[in-house]
């Protein structure tokens, strides 16, 4: 016989299971050992379909650090946006090239994003047709390297202060996607040229830019301002775009870089 306090109970326990399982900007949403975190926009109503930032940090970067950037998420509320933090499987990400002490090469970086993809939009209204994949330092690394292999799984690719690690590849094999890698100018850490980190190197953003720009077939468009950068732009007969915005800085980002990149995506219809 099901009484009344048996039923509480039941309730109970089912509530505490169900919050168990919740994630959000506070909570991991777990895959198996891997996990991301997501904060939704202020207001949402949690059924309608919104587009979203997905942000990968940099070395020794983490999911709840991200979360902890109040810039990013002001950044998705103004935006209205959803903001996606992802975090590596070791202290870098385990990417071609990168330095053996610090990652993984049993690790498959491709397949935990196609794993995130799959679980996010499975869990959350996002739209699937409108995210951009952005990463700082380390974490652009690991976008391009997204942008050469999965590139039809986002609307726009905004690496921050990365390349590839050499040797660069020569080409990619999936479509040529639009691209605004932005870089300072001063920087250090990530030079433009690259420099030697532990047993490897970081790629020249000059040769990857010129890789990337001979795969996809772009062609010069002129100079450009977005916001603070100024920017190179270039195009190819699909539409695609590939800007190289710079800023008078060292090593380091502003959320406001980007609020410019996704306007730009929106207004010429890539978002």
């Known amino acids: 016989m099901v009484t009344k306090r048996t039923a509480i109970a039941a309730l109970v326990m089912l509530t505490a299971a169900s919050q168990s399982q919740a994630c959000g900007a506070e909570t991991d949403c777990t895959l198996g050992d891997r ?103 380390a974490g652009a690394m690991m976008v391009w390297n997204l942008a050469c292999h999965r590139s039809e799984a986002f609307a726009g690719f905004v690496p921050m202060s990365g390349t590839f690690w050499q040797p660069e590849p020569l080409t990619c094999d999936t479509p040529p996607a639009n691209v605004i890698h932005i870089h300072g100018t001063a920087d250090k850490i990530v030079p433009l040229e690259g420099r030697k980190v532990l047993d490897t190197h970081q790629g020249s953003v000059s040769g990857v830019l010129e890789m990337y720009s001979n795969y996809g077939a772009f062609a010069d468009t002129g100079k450009a301002s977005l916001g603070e950068l100024a920017c190179d732009t270039q195009a190819n007969e699909s539409g695609d775009i590939l800007n190289y915005c710079t800023f008078d800085g060292g090593h380091t980002f502003k959320a406001e870089y980007l609020k410019s990149a996704w306007d730009l995506l929106a207004t010429t219809g890539k978002l």
């Open 35 to 137: 996990h991301y975190r997501i904060h939704m926009p202020a207001g949402h109503d949690g059924t309608t379909p919104t587009g979203a930032i997905i942000f990968t940090h940099g070395y020794k970067g983490t999911a709840k650090g991200a979360m902890n950037n109040t810039n990013l998420t002001k950044l998705a509320d103004d935006l209205g946006v959803a903001l996606i933090a992802t975090k590596s499987a070791k202290d870098d990400w385990s990417i071609p090239g990168a330095p053996s002490s610090v990652t993984d090469p049993d690790v498959d970086e491709l397949a935990y994003y196609d794993a995130v993809l799959a679980d996010v939009t499975a869990k959350f209204p996002i739209d699937a047709d409108q995210l951009m994949l952005t990463g700082f330092s």
